[in-house]
């Protein structure tokens, strides 16, 4: 089981850019597909992007595709979200997750995902 924490949420303006960060700690952090996933208030919560632990290989939803790149460094047991050309419709609370067991792959499904981090609020309002 892994203990997510998001940090790097802020107020940005259209157009402006941003990373957000997951901090993962416990154990065998290589061995975890990650997901991102936002909520904006009154809609459900969106798979956005995941990257696969066997890899690198990375999967992105089409409101976010060409915007958006995940990576992920091993070694910092830490997932990153860059966040390009911001628009106000990607204004939400950003979650970070994992599944706790090894998956082969990635998902932008919620429910493939077993343990996720209190989330950080990404606002884009000019």
């Known amino acids: 089981q892994l203990q997510l924490a998001e940090s790097g949420g802020d107020l940005v303006q259209p157009g402006g850019s941003l990373r957000i960060s997951c901090k993962a700690s416990g154990f065998a952090f290589d061995y975890y597909t990650i997901g991102w996933f936002r909520q904006a208030p009154g809609k459900k919560r969106e798979g956005i992007s995941c990257?696969?632990?066997?890899?690198?290989?990375?999967m992105y939803a089409d409101s976010v595709k060409g915007r958006f790149t995940i990576s992920r460094d091993n070694a910092k047991s830490m997932v990153y979200l860059q966040m390009d050309r911001l628009e106000p419709d990607d204004t939400a609370v950003y979650y970070c997750a994992a599944p706790q067991v090894r998956r082969t792959g990635c998902l932008l499904t919620t429910g493939w995902y077993d343990d996720w981090g209190q989330g950080t609020q990404v606002t884009v309002s000019s």
């Open positions: 990257i696969s632990a066997e890899d690198g290989s990375t």
